[in-house]
């Protein structure tokens, strides 16, 4: 069963907003990561963070990360149609051996 | 990143057959691969964890015997899905874990559709 639940399931922007989506998740995490995936590929690895951070930056995208509240954001600033897919977290929980469980996705379609 | 190929990319194939989908790992050794399905508009779930020269492990609900996972060397695994029917269509992809950047890196994905 899928761990992470994301919110929303879908998002529409135009060009140069941001574009902000939730992860939560259930169990305690080694880390979480973000993934992208255009429609009908393979995903493309976005950015990990590990469960003794709180905030990572790689370029235009920024996660945070709350154990506390069990929580990941993902941030994408100043969005181009470019970033039009669909986004996944996906946790490694502490006894998981490496393997991930991943949410429910965002699709996001920036318009030009 | 890692560099992780698959073949064939899509194939179509009859109620029945047996379907062997490849993954490669183009640019280092991957000890652990594992292997995902993802039905529509809908999430990966894992299937599998193939580890080099050993049985894999399937995750809850997964038939082994219609699953069938191999991981003869350390660049290759297949996934052959046995008998496949229809509810087996669905996009199936691979991916790696790399131990030096703790990272998993996903093949392109291989879509089956089963008539």
């Known amino acids: 069963s899928q761990q992470g639940e994301e919110d929303p399931q879908a998002l529409s922007i135009q060009e140069g907003e941001n574009a902000t989506m939730n992860c939560s998740y259930k169990?305690?995490?080694?880390?979480l990561q973000w993934y992208r995936q255009n429609s009908g590929r393979g995903l493309v690895h976005l950015i990990l963070?590990?469960?003794?951070?709180r905030e990572k930056h790689s370029g235009r995208l920024r996660v945070t990360l709350d154990t506390s509240k069990k929580s990941s954001s993902l941030l994408i600033t100043a969005s181009r149609a470019a970033d039009t897919a669909s986004y996944f977290c996906?946790?490694?929980?502490?006894?998981?051996?490496?393997?991930?469980?991943f949410g429910g996705g965002t699709r996001v379609l920036v318009k030009p | 990143g890692a560099v992780v190929s698959q073949h064939p990319s899509w194939v179509i194939c009859k109620s029945g057959t047996s379907v062997k989908i490849e993954c490669r790992s183009l640019?280092?050794?991957?000890?652990?691969m594992f292997w995902y399905r993802q039905f529509p508009k809908q999430s990966l779930m894992l299937m599998a964890t193939?580890?080099?020269?050993?049985?894999?492990?399937?995750e809850q609900g997964v038939e082994k015997d219609k699953f069938l996972i191999n991981h003869a060397s350390l660049t290759l695994s297949t996934l052959t899905v046995t008998s496949a029917h229809p509810e087996d269509s669905s996009f199936y992809i691979c991916?790696?874990?790399?131990?030096?950047?703790?990272?998993?890196?996903f093949g392109p994905g291989t879509r089956l559709t089963v008539l």
């Open positions: 996906a946790t490694e929980g502490r006894a998981a051996g490496n393997k991930l469980t």
């Open positions: 169990t305690s995490i080694n880390n």
């Open positions: 963070i590990r469960s003794n951070e």
């Open positions: 640019d280092f050794q991957a000890t652990t």
């Open positions: 193939s580890n080099e020269g050993s049985k894999a492990t399937y």
């Open positions: 991916s790696e874990w790399s131990q030096d950047t703790d990272t998993q890196y």
